[in-house]
């Protein structure tokens, strides 16, 4: 069996850092196992950083240097329909994200900022301190977001219990560290607990090796220097030291994996949420009041979540929508009479296949006036959704073929028939579905989609779950 294939497309320098490029790695070792990854990187990644996550990834191809336009050519060539993309990086916006879903992939977004519009599939961010209402996004995106979805390596994924040393200290600032927030924090460090001992942590992009070097001379402290050492040897480091100082990062969570006294020292502005949520819950304190620490863990779990994140898009690349046409008319009659879509239905008269097939005939509208669409996985026949559209309101109907049911394919129907529906009809400015309040799989199925619920008066014991659909974010067709 053919794996499905992930692109990601991130970049680290000594400038920008390592945390894009780095997070990718993580999840693409979480991945590996089901799908086959690829990262495409930029041109003015140094050679040092890739070797750093070459491990990761089955294969690693250099984006050329050039405008955004024919970087976006080329992208678009290099992944093809049916993939998934990841991109990590503050320039993938959304005429970016756009042009990768116009050439028929999924996209998901990695993303710690809440900043600009969102024509994702997915986004995670793994800080604790967001929320659905930080972010403008495509009614289609799907929000993951807090620490449950956190990016770490290996080693990081089942913890065993630490062997901390009294009195040892961790300073990490990741692998770049522009700022050499290493150096200074480590004299303040010395400066309030002169017998601890330090392990510091720096990376291929560290710019400030000599300067360290030359300090921790002049400290006569304790201190062992750690240069590009592997995730294995990171997570040693990190449970053999009773503290750890840190910023509010992807460093900070795989101390906590480990359990620990964390102090943090923001380094960035999108770091400032996820340090008063981490201070604030009390896993860390913040750096001023090293070394008077508590203890703090993170539990594990969170590799699971994130490969049903992607096993649910992996099938949903497998699901194509078309619409219903006059040869259907026997299918669909077969799904009408199915016991569990009567036993669903509003309707209590069940009509003949000669009734049905009159109906069948005024409702079957190929092409731009189309609002019947069946759904087809591997060329079979799973579903159907229909729509009655009255003004800027279309109201749906779904089902889910008997053989089909049970595998996830409800909220997957209604997401793809949705996004052709409003490929044609570009004015709709609301979907709505009415379902009986004993048919939970069809509540979390909307809900799942973003709708929200609401009791309605329409049918008795119901519920109407709404979708707002602005003309913002319509999908461009082509999708």
């Not at 916006?93 to 024509?119: H, K, M, N, P, W």
């Not at 795989?254 to 359990?259: D, H, P, S």
């Not at 003004?391 to 394919?409: C, E, H, M, P, S």
């Not at 409800?410 to 004993?438: C, D, F, H, M, W």
Request: glycine share 8%.
């Amino acid at each position: 069996m053919v794996k499905p294939v992930v692109f990601f497309r991130a970049d680290g320098s000594n400038t920008m850092g390592l945390g894009h490029i780095t997070r990718c790695s993580a999840l693409a070792e979480i991945l590996r196992g089901s799908f086959r990854t690829i990262l495409l990187t930029g041109a003015a990644t140094p050679v040092p950083v890739i070797d750093t996550v070459r491990q990761s990834f089955n294969r690693i191809e250099q984006v050329p240097d050039s405008n955004l336009t024919d970087e976006l050519a080329f992208v678009a060539e290099t992944i093809g329909a049916g993939s998934i993309v990841v991109l990590d990086g503050y320039h993938f916006g959304t005429a970016y994200q756009r042009t990768v879903r116009q050439s028929g992939c999924l996209l998901v977004c990695i993303d710690d900022i809440c900043q600009g519009f969102f024509e994702a599939d997915v986004v995670i961010n793994t800080s604790g301190h967001v929320s659905p209402a930080d972010y403008r996004a495509a009614w289609f995106t799907r929000l993951y977001l807090g620490p449950a979805y956190r990016l770490l390596r290996k080693p990081f994924w089942q913890p065993v219990d630490a062997n901390k040393t009294v009195g040892s200290v961790l300073i990490n600032f990741g692998g770049a560290d522009p700022g050499n927030q290493t150096l200074r924090a480590l004299e303040q460090c010395v400066a309030s607990a002169p017998d601890h001992s330090y392990e510091i942590v720096i990376g291929a992009a560290y710019q400030f090796k000599e300067e360290l070097y030359q300090s921790i001379r002049l400290l006569k402290a304790n201190v062992r220097v750690h240069e590009s050492i592997n995730a294995q040897q990171v997570y040693d480091l990190m449970a053999s030291c009773e503290f750890a100082v840190t910023a509010p990062s992807t460093v900070s969570y795989e101390y906590l994996t480990t359990g620990g006294k964390l102090f943090l020292q923001v380094i960035a502005d999108n770091q400032v949420g996820m340090f008063a949520w981490l201070v604030s819950k009390g896993y860390a304190k913040p750096f001023d009041v090293f070394p008077a620490g508590t203890y703090a863990r993170l539990e594990a779990g969170f590799v699971d979540e994130l490969r049903k994140i992607f096993s649910r898009l992996a099938t949903e690349q497998t699901v194509r929508i078309r619409e219903v046409l006059p040869g259907d008319v026997h299918l669909t009659y077969d799904w009408y009479m199915d016991q569990e879509v009567r036993r669903q239905s509003y309707s209590e008269e069940i009509a003949g296949f000669d009734q049905h097939s009159d109906w069948f005939a005024r409702r079957v509208h190929p092409g731009p006036a189309a609002t019947w669409f069946i759904a087809m996985h591997d060329d079979v026949a799973i579903g159907q959704a229909r729509f009655d559209i009255q003004g800027k309101i279309a109201t749906i109907g779904y089902l889910v073929d008997q053989q089909a049911r049970g595998n996830g394919f409800a909220p997957i129907i209604i997401k793809k028939a949705i996004q052709r529906l409003t490929e044609l009809n570009s004015y709709l400015s609301e979907v709505r579905g009415y379902v009986k309040n004993q048919n939970h799989v069809s509540g979390k199925a909307f809900l799942n989609l973003g709708f929200t619920r609401s009791p309605t008066t329409e049918y008795p014991d119901s519920s109407v779950y709404v979708l707002k659909i602005t003309h913002e974010n319509i999908p461009h067709r082509g999708i």
